[in-house]
């Protein structure tokens, strides 16, 4: 694929790494590419960062066409920069997009368009360990109608944001409430894809959280509200009376690649790791008579992170007194030891560019 390349003429100075939190600071440059159906993916080009313009019409605005992927590009101590899986985030929006009835992207295509937007955007990947260089693909419908129906147009573009820790207490545990209200997905919607709405649905349950000062909430099955899924950014496992337990993938839930990665680098510990079906019953009463050792969630932004408090039905419980745990711990170390290139990666799972 050819992909045309117009610089900026006003280059932005770098963020203090130290400050950078998460999604708040972005690339100079932006990568661009248009649909059309019987045209297909054309004019692929990496342009100025900078607003776009939409019809008053565009099906994005009116009917939620849009998908997008989370990744990120790591500094290593020798200067050079890696990927971590970006096969699985270019399949992933793949099988997003069939879902959403939105145009597939050539494998090859994809992980060209990014490597090519990293290498002009090195000097954006910042140097400190826990920070990298989010990087952000996404799609949307632009039919220029307002007619429901399967789009002729789309726009793909990738954008980038140097990055700290997604939540602002960094490794310490994060406090989560489950939530028994809104739903987040049912089998058969959009849960187990990435798309823009279901992230727009869980707000209203995400603000009862915070305004009692919880992180994130934990969402439970649509029609039974009775088993746990997944939190609003990443998956979770439990360490319950030694068991290591992480709701199985019904169809309602993200299949995270950190998720995943976190299940064979727990297997390459000699943890069992059971994907079954947990009940918010099993977790209170686990909870409630000390047996719910660990608790953490895994995503690409969110990373590993410890969650030292639950809140469910008006109760507070305190998990493994509020601190990070054994597992957790080692499991963190790892991950971002394979990410971040200062463990060796035997699952040959980085993307050197
Ligand atoms: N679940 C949801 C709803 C998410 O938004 C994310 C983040 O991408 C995850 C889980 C974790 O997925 P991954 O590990 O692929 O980033
Ligand atoms: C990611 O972890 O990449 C995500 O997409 C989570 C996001 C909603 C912040």
Known sequence: MEIKITKTQNPTELAEEGTLGFGKHFTDHMFIMDYEAGKGWHNARIVPFGYISLHPASTVLHYGAEIFEGLKAYRLADGSIQLF???????????????????????QDFLQALCEFVKLEERFVPHSFGTSLYLRPYMFGNDETLGVHTVKRATFMIIGSPSGSYYAEGINPVKIMIENEDVRAVKGGTGAVKCGGNYAASNRAGEKASRVGYSQVLWLDGVHRKYIEEVGAMNVMFKIDGEIVTPMLTGSILPGITRKSCIEVLKSFGYKVNERLLSVDELIEALENGKLEEAWGTGTAAVVSPIGRFSYAGKEYDVNGGKIGEVTRKLYDTLTGIQWGKVEDTFNWTYKL
Request: proline content about 9%; some cysteine.
């Open 85 to 107: 899986r970006p096969m699985e985030n270019i399949r992933r929006m793949n099988d997003s997009a069939d879902r959403m009835c939105l145009p597939k992207i050539d494998e």
